[in-house]
């Protein structure tokens, strides 16, 4: 299994050529590029797993304790591992009053999960959040950083049955 495709409760096992490339090659090693270097990483493995935080912070020379702080103050970033398609439901006002609260109510039901969880087959991660920006076109879904306006329990639907049929 590549190192990229983890099952419930298994973590991909860290590359660290890859992981060197990363630090190294893309980003020359910089200290201010780490941010950078984090995302790219949370992208290669869908979180960011601990061994590549520890080796980050050796090659950089940052305390471990500055990339955790890091990781914990973003949004974006997960220390957990997230879903191979990411789900996120915008649970603002508009959006609520829309009926996306019924949205999530639906997916969290139908996928067996609560919002901010990931399916033990690591297929998907629904997440709520606060606002998408887009309010004149609610409710608003980002599914896999595609975003959909004036979504529908029926769209919601078709994600989950068209990842399911792959």
């Given at each position: ?8 409760c298994?973590e ?7 992981l060197?490339?990363?630090i ?6 910089r200290?201010?590029a780490?941010?950078m270097?984090?995302?790219t ?7 960011l ?21 890091v990781a914990?103050?973003?949004?974006s970033?997960?220390l957990?591992?997230k879903?191979?398609?990411?789900l ?5 006002t508009?959006?609520h009053?829309k ?14 999960i ?6 033990p ?6 997440e ?9 076109v ?15 329990v ?13």
């Amino acid at each position: 299994m590549p190192e990229s495709e983890a099952t419930c409760c298994q973590e991909p096992e860290v590359d660290f050529v890859v992981l060197d490339r990363i630090i190294r090659d893309e980003f020359g090693g910089r200290r201010e590029a780490m941010i950078m270097m984090m995302q790219t990483i949370q992208r290669r493995y869908r979180y960011l797993p601990e061994p590549a935080l520890y080796y980050l912070s050796q090659v950089l020379g940052v305390p471990i304790t500055k990339i955790y702080e890091v990781a914990t103050f973003y949004a974006s970033f997960s220390l957990v591992p997230k879903g191979k398609h990411l789900l996120h439901v915008c649970t603002g006002t508009a959006c609520h009053l829309k009926g996306s609260g019924g949205m999530v109510r639906h997916v969290a039901a139908k996928l067996g999960i609560a919002p901010g969880a990931t399916t033990p087959d690591m297929k998907f991660t629904l997440e709520t959040v606060n606002c998408l920006g887009a309010c004149a076109v609610s409710p608003v879904v980002v599914f896999d950083d595609k975003y959909y306006p004036q979504a529908t329990v029926g769209q919601l639907n078709e994600f989950i049955e068209k990842v399911n049929a792959e």
